[in-house]
């Protein structure tokens, strides 16, 4: 049976500035009639939005009713752009949309394609040197919809582990202790002087970047819902401009200068 339903696409528009939008992502912006999302999302790709196109800001903890308007556009015949910071599949609209078209049994029915964009710890990672070159994790801070004893079993697993440990919504206006919380369930088995880098906005006009330790990760004004904070591991270290987590490779290679200088020479 053929239905005539609008195709939704779900588009991770990155970090936050339009220039790290991909290619794919600003054609299916662009084809778009009707481009949903936060309010915050919605502005940082203003500049590719046209006026022939119906623009539909929502607010924060809105996320149902963007789901939901999405998915009763599509079945009015709208081509729809459901849009959401970073990549959509992390921590974003991508499992929301398709709970809720499979609750109302529209599965294989609305039409729903997926862009990938640039997750905010790829662009932190970036912008601090190489911080996330071995296995690493990502948790969240936030509570309101994972419990925190869940959250706190997750932070000692990922901290015995010896993983590179990447923060999301680290502090809030009405969180405002879990982050030291998190820091003291991480010191019982990281060392406190194990560097981390805080990032606030990254690839935005107000852009903050601050290299420091684990003991001193809740001590910046920084830290908000915009910030993100990667903790290294046994093998990370800071040199004079760059974060840097080893692989490994010198284990197997000798990089140090005398033979670096030898290789380049032999080559030359």
Known sequence: MHYNYGKITVIGTGPGDADHLSKKALESIKEAEIVIGYSSYLKQIDSILNENQEKMPFNMKDEIKRCE??????????????????DAGIYGMSGLLLEIIDKESL???VPVEFVPGIPAFCAVSAA????????FCVISLSNLLTPWKDIEKRLRAAAAGDFVIIIYNPKSMKRKEELTMAKNILLENIEKDTPAVIAKAVTRPDEEIVITTLENIDKFDIVSMNTTIVIGNGNTYVNDLYMITRRGYGNKYDLSKNNI????????
Not at 69 to 86: F, I, M, N, P, R
Not at 261 to 268: F, G, W
């Open 107 to 109: 599965t294989g029915k």
């Open 69 to 86: 308007t999405a998915v009763k556009k599509s079945l009015e015949g709208k081509t729809v752009a459901l849009v959401s910071g970073g």
């Open 261 to 268: 200088d030898k290789n380049i020479a032999e080559e030359n």
């Open 128 to 135: 601090a040197g190489a911080p996330i070159t071995n296995d």
